[in-house]
T-cell receptor, first 116, second 115 residues
Framework: EAGVTQFPSHSVIEKGQTVTLRCDPI?????LYWYRRVMGKEIKFLLH????????ESGMPNNRFLAERTGGTYSTLKVQPAELEDSGVYFC??????????????FGSGTQLSVL | AQSVTQLDSQVPVFEEAPVELRCNYS??????LFWYVQYPNQGLQLLLK??????LVKGINGFEAEFNKSQTSFHLRKPSVHISDTAEYFC?????????????FGKGTKLSVKP
C-alpha cells in the first residue's frame, strides 16, 4: 500500500513568487491534514479536510495561503505571494474516518520550502 | 487552549542505556496525548497514544509512556536504546474527543544514541 506522498520534496523560490505544494493521501482516507514546521520551532497544525470540505482551517496563517482538495482526493497548498517567513517544512497527513478513538494518522515526508 | 513543553531539545545517550524524554502539557479540558517519532528523511510515525484508561501506555519499538494527570506530564521511556532509535521525538496533545489530527506539538527532542 502506497503511503502519503508529497511533491516536491524541496522547493526554492524567491520572495514574491508563487509555490504550490501537493499531497496525495492514502487511497480511501477521507481525513487530510496540513502542518508546517518553521526552523527551530514546533510543528503547527494548518488545516483539516474531510473529503473535499474544510473541517477546520484555524491554523492557516493568513490569506496568502490557499488549500484545496477538489474531488476529495489529493490536496494542494498554494502560497501566493511567498514571503521569507513562509520557509519551513510542510507536512501532510491522512487518516480514515473510523471513529475518533481509532483514528491513526499517516504522515508524508514533507516538502522543504525555502523562500529567498 | 492547550500547550506542550518538551524540556530537552537534545538528549545524547549510549547504546543499551535507559532513556527518558520529558513532556509536560497544559490544558483546561481533557486531552489526548501522543508521542511521534521522525527518522531522518521520513514522515512522522506514531509511537504511542493515551486516550483514556490505563495511564501506562506501551508503544512500538519498546517505548512506553506514563500519563500523570496531577503533574500534567507524559514522559516517554525506553529501558535500553539502540542506535536505530536515533531520531527526533515529538510530544503532542489534542482536545479529548476531538479530531486526532488537530495536534499541538512540542518543539521536539533529538535523541542521539552513541555506540
Amino acid at each position: 500500500e502506497a503511503g502519503v506522498t508529497q511533491f516536491p520534496s524541496h522547493s526554492v523560490i524567491e520572495k514574491g513568487q508563487t509555490v504550490t505544494l501537493r499531497c496525495d493521501p492514502i487511497s480511501g482516507h477521507d481525513n487530510l491534514y496540513w502542518y508546517r514546521r518553521v526552523m527551530g520551532k514546533e510543528i503547527k497544525f494548518l488545516l483539516h479536510f474531510v473529503k473535499e470540505s474544510k473541517q477546520d482551517e484555524s491554523g492557516m496563517p493568513n490569506n496568502r495561503f490557499l488549500a484545496e482538495r477538489t474531488g476529495g482526493t489529493y490536496s494542494t497548498l498554494k502560497v501566493q505571494p511567498a514571503e521569507l517567513e513562509d520557509s519551513g517544512v510542510y507536512f501532510c497527513a491522512s487518516s480514515q474516518i473510523d471513529g475518533r478513538i481509532n483514528e491513526k494518522l499517516f504522515f508524508g515526508s514533507g516538502t522543504q520550502l525555502s523562500v529567498l | 487552549a492547550q500547550s506542550v513543553t518538551q524540556l530537552d531539545s537534545q538528549v545524547p545517550v549510549f547504546e543499551e542505556a535507559p532513556v527518558e524524554l520529558r513532556c509536560n502539557y497544559s490544558s483546561s479540558v481533557s486531552v489526548y496525548l501522543f508521542w511521534y517519532v521522525q527518522y531522518p528523511n521520513q514522515g512522522l510515525q506514531l509511537l504511542l497514544k493515551y486516550l483514556s484508561g490505563s495511564t501506562l501506555v506501551k508503544g512500538i519499538n519498546g517505548f512506553e509512556a506514563e500519563f500523570n494527570k496531577s503533574q500534567t506530564s507524559f514522559h516517554l521511556r525506553k529501558p535500553s536504546v539502540h542506535i536505530s532509535d536515533t531520531a527526533e521525538y515529538f510530544c503532542a496533545v489534542t482536545r479529548g474527543g476531538g479530531s486526532q489530527g488537530n495536534l499541538i506539538f512540542g518543539k521536539g527532542t533529538k535523541l542521539s544514541v552513541k555506540p
